[in-house]
């Protein structure tokens, strides 16, 4: 009788074999692993492009191959944090969020690497690229692209109201006025975006940077003494009262329906967009377009640029440094950088191929460049995953607070706020 | 009906019975309509085009119907892939349920050992214990192991048996009379023979259910994929389905396409097994 | 009587055939022990462990103490908002849970025609896995394109904005929940079904009416089912998961209204890595389901009806 359990058991362990990943070790050539995220507007062509990036880096690299995988960019981190965790990373990872996770010790330190193959940042790539994934002095990541934010604004609805275009140099205050002068709700027409969700006053921080404040230390890592400063409240002011006091945003339905490009329907006459969403204009709008470089808080100050950058990332336990350093340098040089912008997927990361591609000189591009070679600021959401857990929830709340629940003590709302969302850090972070 | 029969007393039964009826009937398709409005809702949104999706006010009838949202589905993500995945997680489990379960049944059912009792009623005990105190060391347990990303972490713990199918089961062998066992043990059988032979073939009905539920909770998990899957080649109905939403922000037609499809293997497999699903249910509504 | 005592005699007292008996008897329940053993008793004890440490399970765990137990209790506030939003649910959902439970099974337990149609039609929403249910509900609950308000629009009646409106995300989940009640129902049918039909007539003969009947009778009957159900239905409340993850969101939704104990164990062990974190909040869970479920159990003797001469078969 026990043997036939035992039979049974053998029989079960055996059909179970092969469940589990065999992995081979190939001896000649080194196999890197790559994750990344499908994150872009056409996923096909993002998807397309990581296998083309890796062809030609194994063609330019027999010895090294890469074998890719490519993941829903929702709980991406989490997937990298939990392979990490199980010893089984990616050699090479890309996302967007900043170098301060470093101190867990899973960053790959990628500054004596840089030394060593002669990368200087400031001479090949925009300011962002060369603020995003320093912690503490150190590289810990390269840049895979560099997007701006700005303005972008429906011509057909400025020339019906009869009013001029915003220009350069054009002030927060003007850009109210504006939004307030094209707003008829009676057309179901309105002067911006849809205010809605955490992004709804995030998204601001092109002008939260140009009101004079932030909402995060440099670091990321303190909220409160960022998030509820007089500055702040008045940045947060200026967003909630768009919807509140002036009405002249769009309603949160019309997300529903256009997703957040809300811009597209043709009834917002500006809407803050980033490089992302200009294909998706270029192809779908049905109006006349144009855009300009986020508004200055007054004539005399200078705009500060939001601009963005994805990186990617080396684990620190990877069992193949060296090939994976040559493919991070190779995805950042020019010919990875090259064939992203001419698949239309991402924007390079240096003025180099802009110039190249005379992107500097276009209407619509060179309003990015220039945001892209101006003073910049790692925008808040970029600086950790760590943000999206804990700050991205306090700027929902203090938009449903005002907005829904009418609530109008701004500062006891920004204070209760911070406090959570800086237990949350600190907790994070381990403090 | 003779209760009734004094309640109104003018009506004659005949009568009586047939306003019961239109009555009764009248509630169980209220309440029908309501249980099923949802889900016409989901289909016909799954056959709209984004244009149809969001018109005010709805259409109810899709007109035209979008039958290729379907394919869309598949084309836009994995979804057959998904299927795959899922139906063998399914297979597996079952197939370990079906080994640990009844042999730990018959153990508990009709084998006498010290301690039997007290084990029973630990092994219930765990039923009332929130599994998911369990969840973190688990995690950690099957990372240090290298099962991240395989489908060990939700494979492996089926070939353990689970608490309430195993009392399913049991209950069950327990309705058995003990002559049968004694007469094969007459005839010379061991014990493996009299479980094989004897009290295997009887049960079948209860393994019935074993199958039913194994199956709706590996198609329904979500939490457990979500931990332990990476690799969207590796997801899950459910869990594919989940990121679907997260892709596409608007695309609702194509969301709830998505969702009909992933009701669709349970639903079926309802239809085939209801006597025995809604009769296990009971069973199980009787331990109490 | 006898076979209790015989099974609790110890190995010594056991003859040979007895101690092959019992030999078999562990072999055959091994699968469980060793399940028992690696998948649960020792996760918990671990988990217990795990809870006085600060972990991100990247490096080596960090004795802390008390320290997580002490930042939960004393200055966490959204271990707050998830076991008021938690208990909330509880206090919502359990007893609409029993009384729809109970209706839908009266109405269930008539004798007509083609009544099985009926009960697949309810039971039906309980078998759609809980992903694809709750994105149904949250396309139903969308404010402006929804069906729900679509309908209530018909009444004249401007609908809330459910899921984004944070007075509203609890009842909407509860909506959600109820929708699926037919699970429950069919266990209430069955506990009807067992009612003895001697007692209805008995009841009919001294006059009672079919109120009468339901309240003195029916739901006496049902205390035992109602007592499972309850028992059941609030471990499954500290362990809703699913719907708040997609219907709320990861973070809870508007306000963290629907921040659910188990999403808020999610967020913190597997989102933000805090692994002994993670582990004093299910343990903290655990201990308050256990005192939970003992003071349901206590109070069972008010409410619970038993048949007092019950005789067990073996």
């Known amino acids: ?376 600021r790692v925008a808040n959401y970029l600086r950790s995953q760590y943000f999206w857990d804990c700050v991205y929830p306090a700027f929902d709340n203090v938009r449903v607070r005002w907005i829904q629940n009418g609530e109008r003590d701004l500062e006891a709302i920004l204070a209760e706020e911070a406090a959570k969302a800086q237990f949350c850090l600190d907790d994070s972070y381990g403090e | 009906m003779t209760t009734i029969s004094g309640h109104f007393p003018r009506l004659g039964l005949r009568g009586l019975r047939r306003f019961n009826n239109v009555s009764g009937y009248t509630v169980l398709m209220v309440l029908a309509a309501v249980f099923m409005v949802p889900l016409y809702w989901m289909f016909s949104t799954a056959l709209k085009s984004p244009q149809q999706t969001f018109a005010i006010p709805p259409e109810w009838i899709p007109a035209p119907v979008q039958w290729d949202n379907f394919s869309k589905v598949f084309q836009e993500v994995p979804f057959g892939r998904f299927y795959l995945n899922t139906f063998f997680l399914a297979f597996v489990n079952i197939v370990g349920h079906l080994i640990s379960v009844t042999l730990v049944a018959y153990g508990f059912a009709r084998l006498r050992f010290p301690g039997r009792n007290i084990l029973f009623l630990v092994m219930l005990s765990t039923l009332m214990i929130p599994y998911h105190v369990t969840l973190v060391p688990r995690f950690i347990m099957f990372s240090k192991l290298g099962m991240i990303n395989t489908y060990w972490p939700l494979t492996l713990p089926a070939f353990t048996g689970s608490p309430f199918l195993i009392f399913l089961v049991r209950q069950y062998m327990m309705s058995i009379p003990f002559d049968l066992d004694e007469a094969a043990y007459i005839d010379g059988a061991n014990r493996f023979d009299v479980f094989w032979r004897i009290i295997l073939p009887l049960t079948r009905p209860a393994l019935m259910l074993v199958i039913v539920f194994t199956f709706i909770d590996v198609w329904n998990d979500f939490l457990q994929p979500l931990i332990y899957l990476n690799d969207p080649d590796m997801f899950t109905v459910s869990l594919g389905l989940s990121f679907f939403q997260g892709a596409r922000e608007t695309n609702w037609n194509l969301l709830m396409a998505g969702s009909v499809l992933a009701m669709i293997p349970p639903l079926i497999l309802f239809f085939f097994a209801q006597k025995q699903l809604i009769g296990g249910i009971s069973v199980e509504g009787l331990k109490g | 009587m006898t076979a209790l005592t015989r099974l609790s005699r110890s190995w010594t007292q056991l003859s040979a055939s007895e101690r092959r008996e019992a030999l078999a008897g562990y072999l055959f329940i091994s699968p469980w022990l060793v399940g028992f053993i690696v998948f649960f008793f020792g996760p918990i004890v671990a988990s217990f462990v795990l809870s006085f440490t600060r972990w991100n399970i990247v490096g080596s765990p960090q004795w802390v103490g008390l320290a997580n137990y002490e930042r939960i209790f004393t200055q966490d506030p959204f271990f707050r908002k998830a076991v008021t939003v938690t208990l909330k649910y509880a206090v919502l959902y359990l007893p609409l849970e029993v009384v729809f439970g109970i209706l839908i099974a009266v109405v269930l337990n008539q004798k007509l025609r083609g009544i099985g149609v009926f009960r697949t039609l309810y039971y039906m929403p309980y078998i759609v896995p809980k992903v694809a249910s709750s994105l149904v509900w949250v396309w139903v609950l969308n404010p402006r394109y929804g069906l729900l308000n679509t309908m209530l629009g018909w009444f004249g009646i401007k609908g809330p904005s459910w899921l984004s409106d944070p007075a509203w995300v609890l009842p909407s989940i509860v909506m959600m929940a109820l929708w699926g009640v037919g699970g429950s129902a069919v266990i209430y049918l069955a506990g009807l079904q067992n009612v003895p039909a001697q007692l209805y007539e008995a009841a009919a003969v001294d006059g009672a009416n079919r109120l009468q009947q339901f309240v003195r009778i029916t739901l006496p009957m049902l205390t035992p089912t109602i007592f499972f159900q309850l028992v059941l239905g609030l471990i499954g409340t500290f362990q809703t998961f699913t719907p708040a993850f997609i219907a709320a969101g990861r973070s809870g939704g508007p306000l963290q209204s629907g921040l659910f104990y188990m999403l808020y164990i999610y967020n913190r062990s597997f989102e933000s890595m805090r692994m002994g974190y993670g582990a004093a909040l299910a343990w903290i869970m655990t201990v308050f389901i256990m005192i939970l479920t003992v003071l349901v159990f206590r109070s069972s003797k008010y409410w619970v009806y038993y048949e007092a001469e019950r005789k067990r078969t073996p």
């Open chain 1, 1 to 376: 009788m026990n043997k036939r359990i035992w039979i049974i058991l053998v029989l079960v362990v055996a059909m179970l074999a092969p469940l589990g990943a065999i992995q081979a070790q190939d001896q000649q050539v080194v196999t890197i692993t790559w994750w990344s995220t499908e994150r872009g507007r056409d996923t096909a062509a993002t998807r397309d492009l990581h296998f083309q990036l890796a062809r030609a880096f194994e063609a330019a690299n027999p010895n090294i191959r890469v074998a890719i995988s490519l993941f829903p960019s929702r709980a991406f981190n989490t997937r990298v944090a939990t392979a990490i965790a199980g010893n089984e990373g990616p050699d090479v990872w890309t996302t967007y969020y900043a170098a301060d996770i470093a101190t867990q010790g899973f960053l790959e330190d990628l500054t004596p690497y840089m030394e060593a193959s002669g990368l200087k940042p400031e001479e090949v790539w925009f300011p962002i690229g060369q603020q995003r994934t320093v912690y503490q002095g150190r590289y810990y990541g390269v840049p895979r692209d560099a997007s701006a934010g700005f303005i972008a604004y429906n011509k057909d609805l400025f020339d019906a109201a009869g009013v001029p275009y915003p220009q350069p140099g054009w002030t927060v205050a003007e850009y109210r006025a504006l939004a307030k002068q094209l707003t008829d709700r009676e057309k179901d027409q309105y002067g911006v975006g849809a205010i809605v969700g955490g992004e709804g006053c995030m998204l601001w921080s092109p002008f939260s940077f140009n009101l004079g404040t932030d909402v995060v230390s440099p670091d990321g890592r303190q909220v409160v003494g960022y998030f509820d400063t007089p500055a702040a409240a008045e940045a947060w002011r200026f967003c909630l009262e768009l919807v509140t006091e002036d009405q002249v945003a769009a309603p949160a339905e019309l997300q529903d329906q256009y997703g957040e490009l809300v811009f597209l329907s043709g009834k917002v006459a500006m809407q803050s967009i980033s490089n992302w969403e200009i294909p998706a204009l270029m192809e779908q709008a049905t109006f006349e377009w144009g855009v300009v470089e986020p508004p200055r808080y007054d004539e005399n100050s200078e705009g500060i640029a939001w601009t963005d950058a994805y990186a990617h990332y080396m684990w620190s336990g990877s069992r193949h440094k060296e090939a994976a350093w040559e493919f991070l340098k190779w995805l950042s040089g020019p010919e990875a950088q090259r064939m992203a912008a001419e698949a239309g997927v991402w924007p390079p990361n240096g003025p180099q191929i802009w110039q190249e591609l005379g992107w500097d000189k276009d209407p619509i591009l060179g309003v990015a460049y220039a945001e892209l070679m101006k003073e910049t």
